[in-house]
T-cell receptor, first 113, second 113 residues
Framework: DAGVTQSPTHLIKTRGQHVTLRCSPISGHKSVSWYQQVLGQGPQFIFQYYEKEERGRGNFPDRFSARQFPNYSSELNVNALLLGDSALYLC????????????FGDGTRLSIL | QKEVEQNSGPLSVPEGAIASLNCTYSDRGSQSFFWYRQYSGKSPELIMSIYSNGDKEDGRFTAQLNKASQYVSLLIRDSQPSDSATYLCAVSGRGSTLGRLYFGRGTQLTVWP
């Protein structure tokens, strides 16, 4: 079975632009979470969606938004990009419950120039 | 803000030795604990989950949990050079933060031949 897939793999943007990152969960998984990982740190929680509803939001500004589609795939949108948004953005999926082990995709590496 | 602390490392062990990785957490009511392995430039890979006090073994890996001491550890027996990676401890939130993972900064492990 395919794991969590994310696109694009790499992205280079300039300050002020916006970006959309995409994620497809493992087949049968209904929960999708987004994390940001900067170099040398552990991943930091951004959003969680379960059954297309937002179930949690981390300490990120309103420039960050997300949604989950009927097929359980998800998008993360970031507006007005800042240099500090440069990071690895990870999507994780888990089965039906929202407190089950989460499996990560390969991530999208976002660089802001 | 829930805190997850890991021994700073880096940790270096010879091939065949036991590697011991430690993690403490601040929320006494936490219920779910995970260890992820992250190779350089890659995404985190789930290797162990533990929910009850005591030991849980899976191949060369043993996770140990002591909720009274708010301590979780990972032992890697017969360490191999392929185990060289950063190991992330993650604790699941509860209540209003149920389902989100809080990560430590990771411990970098090097296994030398």
């Amino acid at each position: 079975d395919a794991g969590v897939t994310q696109s694009p793999t790499h992205l280079i943007k300039t300050r002020g632009q916006h970006v959309t990152l995409r994620c497809s969960p493992i087949s049968g998984h209904k929960s999708v979470s987004w994390y940001q990982q900067v170099l040398g740190q552990g991943p930091q929680f951004i959003f969680q969606y379960y059954e297309k509803e937002e179930r949690g939001r981390g300490n990120f500004p309103d420039r960050f938004s997300a949604r989950q589609f009927p097929n359980y795939s998800s998008e993360l949108n970031v507006n007005a990009l800042l240099l500090g948004d440069s990071a690895l953005y990870l999507c994780a999926s888990s089965p039906q419950g929202i407190n089950q082990p989460q499996h990560f995709g390969d991530g999208t590496r976002l660089s802001i120039l | 803000q829930k805190e997850v602390e890991q021994n700073s490392g880096p940790l270096s062990v010879p091939e065949g030795a036991i590697a011991s990785l430690n993690c403490t957490y601040s929320d006494r009511g936490s219920q779910s604990f995970f260890w992820y392995r992250q190779y350089s430039g890659k995404s985190p890979e789930l290797i162990m989950s533990i929910y009850s006090n005591g030991d849980k073994e899976d191949g060369r890996f043993t996770a140990q949990l002591n909720k009274a001491s708010q301590y979780v550890s990972l032992l890697i027996r017969d360490s191999q050079p392929s185990d060289s990676a950063t190991y992330l401890c993650a604790v699941s939130g509860r209540g209003s933060t149920l389902g989100r993972l809080y990560f430590g900064r990771g411990t970098q492990l090097t296994v030398w031949p």
